[in-house]
């Protein structure tokens, strides 16, 4: 799944054939929504009675669909892949995930090599015929709940679990970032678990905000995905909580933007 380093197969496929592939790519992708909603998650509802474990179930199987996909989407020519210090994703939580979010497929990228992660996941989700099944069934948590939502993820966090989250809370401008918001770093002091920061890089931009999945770049897309050390966050003595959550936001952020090359 390594990014070619070979300069003449740098470009990959012709400009038109990889759009064929990007779309051969995501229509396996709405297909396979369709097997996990219309036949897999029924049958999981049908032989798991707890419903903790059917949730846990129904996530090891998007876990899998999307590594699937990737690979999908690799074999095809669509894209390139390079994971970085891949096995410090799969240690167990509980922890909190962070990531900058260029592209539609980073939710993808990281929850199939995540064991059972929950995610943070965009209302629009609900309301998607190939999307609403899969987050209900994985019961996953909307971003639009305010303090309930923050709330939601540090319960989830206390009980062990690993939780996915994009500060910026949606995809990136080309070659930048959004500000980040602060509630990231609200769950992670209340929850007082380890945060785990993951580098997404596409290079050339690909599937960003506003992109079809035919409009691919001239040469192949390559995505880095690079995992860094979980650290536990703390509020510092003397300081308040809001005012440790402005800290960290700014203190991840630039930390982003200076991995990236954006700055």
Known sequence: MACPTDPKRKTGWPRPVRALASGIG???????SLVLVLLAFP???????????RSRRA????????????????????????YRHLEKLATPGPKLILANHPSLIDVCLLVSFIPDADCVVKRDAWSNPFLAGVVRAADYIPNDG?????ETCVARLRAGRTLVLFPEGTRSPKGELRGFKRGA??????????????????R??????GDAWYQVPGTLPCYTVTAHEPAVVGVSPGASEAS???RLTREWRRGYEERLGYV
């Not at 049958?43 to 474990?53: E, G, K, Q």
């Not at 305010?146 to 923050?150: M, Q, V």
Request: aromatic share 8%; hydrophobic share 50%; proline share 4%.
């Open 43 to 53: 049958w999981v509802r049908l032989a798991t009675r707890d419903p903790a474990r």
């Open 244 to 246: 440790e959550a402005r």
């Open 204 to 209: 050339p931009p690909f599937l960003g905000k």
């Open 59 to 82: 996530r090891r199987l998007i876990e899998r669909s999307f590594r699937l996909f990737i690979r999908t989407l690799v074999v095809l020519g669509a894209i390139g892949v390079e």
């Open 146 to 150: 305010g303090e309930e939502l923050i």
């Open 26 to 32: 995501f229509s396996v992708f709405g297909l396979g």
């Open 185 to 202: 770093a609200r769950i992670a002091l209340q929850a007082g678990c380890a945060v785990q920061l993951v580098d997404v890089a596409c």
